[in-house]
C-alpha cells in the first residue's frame, strides 16, 4: 500500500507495520517493526554500526527530503554527505536531527563542511549555514554576478580608500610566495559582490576587533558554550571562517537579496539563539512535528495559532468585515464633512 501522506508514513514508521514505501536497504532489513525512536537509540551503542543505523531510520523519510531538496541536488549525495555527519549526531534527539536536515535541504545545501554543517548541541542537532552557503544563494538570486571573500595577512599588500570610485577604492594583492608563517597572521576580512548589472556592491571590511564585537553582541551560541566552559562553539573552534563568514552576512546590507537569503539569515539566528529552525515547513509537517515528536513548546504555540488562523470554524466565529467596516466608513465621511 502506497503511503501518499506524510502523517501516514510516520503512523507507519511508529507501530509495528514498516512503511512500505521506504527506501529501505542492508541494514534496514534487521530494523523492520522497530520504531525510529527505537533505532536512534541502538545507534548509540553500536560502534561501528552508528552511522549506518541512523542513516537507516533517515531513510525512512527520504520521500520528505526528495521533496524538500530542489531539482539540482540528487538524494542520494544528499543523505550520503549527511551519513558523514551522522557519528556525531546520534545522541541528538531524532525529532531535532530530522528537522535539521530537512531545513538544510530546504535551502538547497548539503551539509559538508563547506556549505552547511549540522552541528549538535547537546541533546539538539542544529542547522549552520556557512560561508560557501551563504555565496551559493547570493548566486540563486540572479542579481548577483560574482561573490568575492577574503583575509588579508599582515604581509599582504593591500589599500582601502571608500572614497575613491570602484575598484580603485579596494585592492588586496596577497604574498602568495611567501610561506603562511611569513605572511603573518590575519589582520581583515572582506566581501564584496559584483552585479549582473556590472555594478559593484561596497566592500564589507572588518578588523579583529570588529568580528570580536559581533561575536560577543550577537552570538547565543557564543555565550552558553563560554558560560559552560565547552568553549565549543564555531566561534572558538573556527575563528576565522566566522570572521568571514560574518563578512558575507553584513553583504546582504548593501546586496540585493532574496526572498531565500532573507530565510537563510533568520533560520541562522534562530539556531544561534537555540531556537527551533522550521522554514518553508508544509502544515501538515509543522503540526505533526508539534503533536507527534515534542518539540519546543514556543514553537507548538505558534503552529497552533497559524493552525486557528486558517481554522473555518475560527472565520466563522469572528464577526464579519462587514460588520466593522460600517462605522469605520461612517466615521471617514463624518470626518470628510467637518473638514469641508
Not at 12 to 38: C, F, I, M, R
Not at 39 to 64: F, I, K, P, R
Not at 97 to 115: E, I, K, M, S, Y
Amino acid at each position: 500500500m502506497s503511503l501518499s501522506t506524510l502523517k501516514d508514513r510516520v503512523r507507519a514508521a511508529t507501530t509495528d507495520q514498516p512503511a512500505t514505501d521506504a527506501t529501505v536497504s542492508g541494514l534496514a532489513d534487521d530494523a523492520k517493526g522497530t520504531t525510529p525512536e527505537q533505532l536512534h537509540t541502538s545507534a548509540q551503542a553500536e560502534g561501528d554500526d552508528v552511522a549506518d543505523q541512523a542513516l537507516v531510520w533517515l531513510e525512512q523519510y527520504g520521500n520528505d527530503f526528495t521533496r524538500a531538496l530542489p531539482s539540482h541536488i540528487d538524494v542520494k549525495a544528499f543523505l550520503s554527505a549527511v551519513r558523514a555527519a551522522l557519528p556525531g549526531l546520534v545522541h541528538c534527539t531524532p525529532a531535532s536531527l530530522r528537522q535539521a536536515l530537512l531545513t538544510c535541504a530546504r535551502f538547497g545545501l548539503v551539509p559538508d563542511g563547506r556549505h552547511a554543517v549540522i552541528k549538535r548541541e547537546g541533546k539538539t542537532a542544529v542547522f549552520v549555514p556557512m560561508a560557501q552557503g551563504y555565496v551559493e544563494l547570493m548566486y540563486r538570486s540572479g542579481r548577483v554576478g560574482s561573490v568575492h571573500v577574503g583575509m588579508i595577512h599582515e604581509a599582504d599588500e593591500w589599500n582601502y580608500e571608500p572614497s575613491a570610485p570602484a575598484p580603485l577604492d579596494f585592492t588586496h594583492k596577497p604574498a602568495v610566495t611567501l610561506s603562511k608563517k611569513d605572511r603573518g597572521p590575519v589582520i581583515l576580512a572582506y566581501a564584496f559582490a559584483w552585479l549582473e548589472s556590472g555594478a559593484r556592491s561596497q566592500v564589507i571590511v572588518l578588523s579583529r576587533e570588529d568580528a570580536e564585537e559581533i561575536r560577543d553582541e550577537y552570538s547565543s551560541a557564543y555565550r552558553r558554550a563560554k558560560e559552560s566552559g565547552a568553549d565549543d562553539s564555531f566561534w572558538h573552534t573556527d575563528f576565522t571562517k566566522m570572521w568571514a563568514k560574518s563578512a558575507l552576512r553584513r553583504l546582504h546590507k548593501v546586496v540585493p537579496m532574496s526572498a531565500e537569503m532573507i530565510a537563510l539569515l533568520k533560520a541562522d539566528d534562530a539556531g544561534d539563539a537555540g531556537e527551533v529552525q522550521v522554514v518553508h515547513a508544509p502544515a501538515e509537517e509543522v503540526h505533526l512535528q508539534a503533536e507527534e515528536m515534542h518539540l519546543q513548546a514556543e514553537t507548538d504555540e505558534a503552529h497552533e495559532r497559524a493552525e486557528e488562523s486558517q481554522d473555518p470554524q475560527e472565520v466563522r466565529t469572528r464577526p464579519l468585515p462587514r460588520k466593522r467596516s460600517q462605522p469605520r466608513r461612517t466615521t471617514r465621511k463624518g470626518r470628510k464633512g467637518a473638514r469641508r
